[in-house]
C-alpha cells in the first residue's frame, strides 16, 4: 500500500535523507522517545547487551549513521560497566554535521568527552574513504540507519572492508511484523500518529513521513540476511533467533554476521 505519500527517487535520496536529518537534529531525541514511546532505549540497550562490548577486552568499534552517539554511549557504558574497561574505542560516523554536533555536545557532558575512546567524523557509510583503514575494526555497528542508505550492497561492501576477519557486523533496524493482527495496529500507528507527531512536536511532518515510509520499504528479515552473507558475512542459521534476532515481533530487528 502506498499510504498516498510520495515514492522518492533513487538519485534524490540522499540529498533529502540529509535534509530530513537537518531538519530534525536538534528534536531528533526527544522525537525518538515520542514516536517509539521511549521503547527504542530497551532496543539500543538489548542490541548493545547482546554484542557484549568489552567482554574479551578492549574492542575497536566503528558506530556508523551513528548520530546523536546512542549506540556509542551505550558500548562506552556498557564496557565500563559490566567489564572495567575503558579502553574500548567508537568511532561515531554520520553523513550529517547537525546530528554530529548534538552528538559532540552531548558527549561533552560525559566521562568519554577528551579521550581516545570517542571520536567524530562525517562521512559516508557507502563509502566511508581512505581515513577508515582495511581491517581495523572489531565491531561495526550500525542501528536505524541502513535504510536510510541509497544502496544497501554499498554499505555492507565498506562495513566489510574496515573490519578485521573475525569482527563482527551488526545491524538494528526497524523490519516486518509477521503477526497479521500486530501487523495491523502497527501500520495505524505509524501511518498516523507519527506523522501527527512530527508536526506537533517537531513541526515537520514530511520528514516524520518520510521515515515511515523508509521503513516499509526495507527488505524482510531473511532478504536482508542474504544481502550479509553476499557481502561476506557468515551468519547464523538462517531462521529468527540465528542469521537474526526479532525484537516486539519484528518491529525492530538484529542482524549480526562474521567477517570471514
Ligand atoms: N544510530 C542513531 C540512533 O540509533 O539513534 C541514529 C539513527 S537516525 C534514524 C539515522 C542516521 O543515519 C541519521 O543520523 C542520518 O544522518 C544517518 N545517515 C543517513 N544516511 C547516511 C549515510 N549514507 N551515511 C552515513 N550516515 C547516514
Redesign the pocket.
Known sequence: ASFGFKTVPEDLK?SL?KNV?DSVASKYDLM?DATSLGVHRLW?DEFVSSLRPGRKGAMKCID?????G??ALRILDYAREKHYDRETTVDV????AQ?LKEGYKRFKQTMYHNTPQISFTES???DLGEQFKDNTYDLYTI???IR??TSIPDVLKEAHRVLKPGGTFACLEFSRVDNPLLSTIYDQYSFSIIPLLGTLLAGDRESYQYLVESIRKFPPQPEFAQMIRDAGFSTAKDVEGGAWVNLWGGIACIHTGVKL
Open positions: 540522499e535523507v536529518f525518538n539500543k556508523v549513521a551513528g548520530g546523536t546512542d549506540i560516523v554520520d553523513i550529517n546530528m559516508n557509510a557507502q542501528a536505524f540507519g536510510n542508505c
